[in-house]
T-cell receptor, first 115, second 113 residues
Framework: KAGVTQTPRYLIKTRGQQVTLSCSPI?????VSWYQQTPGQGLQFLFE???????NKGNFPGRFSGRQFSNSRSEMNVSTLELGDSALYLC??????????????FGPGTRLLVL | QKEVEQNSGPLSVPEGAIASLNCTYS??????FFWYRQYSGKSPELIMS????GDKEDGRFTAQLNKASQYVSLLIRDSQPSDSATYLC?????????????FGQGTELSVKP
């Protein structure tokens, strides 16, 4: 079974621009979560989508948004990029209805550099 | 107080030794706990999950959970140089058990040949 895929793998943008990242979950997984990883703050939860609805949300500004499509693929968007948005953005998918045993599997990540 | 805390390390052990990694969490109602391994420049890889008090073994890895003390640990027996990585402890804080992992800062492990 193929793993979680993310595109693009690397991205360079300038301040003020916006960016869209894409994530395809493991086949059969309907939950997709997004995380930001930086050396200073570590791995931080952004948001989670299930059945095209945002189910959980982290503490990030409204510039960070996401959506999920009917095939469970997800995108996240960052508008008005700031230098501090430079990070590794990770997507993780999980199978629903497994209760406390719901386990997330991570994709390879998209490394974003904001200049 | 951080929700999930780990010793940042680095933790250095000789090849063949037991590596012990520790994690504490603040929310008593947490039910799902995970250990991920992350090599430099790579994404996190699941090693173990644990939900009940006690020990759970998988090969050279043993996870231990003590909900009364709000403590999770990971033991790596017969440590190998290939185990050198950052180990991340995570707690699921999602509503209705959805996917919202809160991570510790990670413990860097170095296994010396």
């Amino acid at each position: 079974k193929a793993g979680v895929t993310q595109t693009p793998r690397y991205l360079i943008k300038t301040r003020g621009q916006q960016v869209t990242l894409s994530c395809s979950p493991i086949s059969g997984h309907r939950s997709v979560s997004w995380y930001q990883q930086t050396p200073g703050q570590g791995l931080q939860f952004l948001f989670e989508y299930f059945s095209e609805t945002q189910r959980n949300k982290g503490n990030f500004p409204g510039r960070f948004s996401g959506r999920q499509f009917s095939n469970s693929r997800s995108e996240m968007n960052v508008s008005t990029l700031e230098l501090g948005d430079s990070a590794l953005y990770l997507c993780a998918s999980s199978a629903p209805w497994t209760g406390v045993k719901e386990t997330q599997y991570f994709g390879p990540g998209t490394r974003l550099l904001v200049l | 107080q951080k929700e999930v805390e780990q010793n940042s390390g680095p933790l250095s052990v000789p090849e063949g030794a037991i590596a012990s990694l520790n994690c504490t969490y603040s929310d008593r109602v947490s039910q799902s706990f995970f250990w991920y391994r992350q090599y430099s420049g790579k994404s996190p890889e699941l090693i173990m999950s644990i939900y009940s008090n006690g020990d759970k073994e998988d090969g050279r890895f043993t996870a231990q959970l003590n909900k009364a003390s709000q403590y999770v640990s990971l033991l790596i027996r017969d440590s190998q140089p290939s185990d050198s990585a950052t180990y991340l402890c995570a707690v699921n804080k999602g509503d209705n058990q959805g996917g919202k992992l809160i991570f510790g800062q990670g413990t860097e492990l170095s296994v010396k040949p």
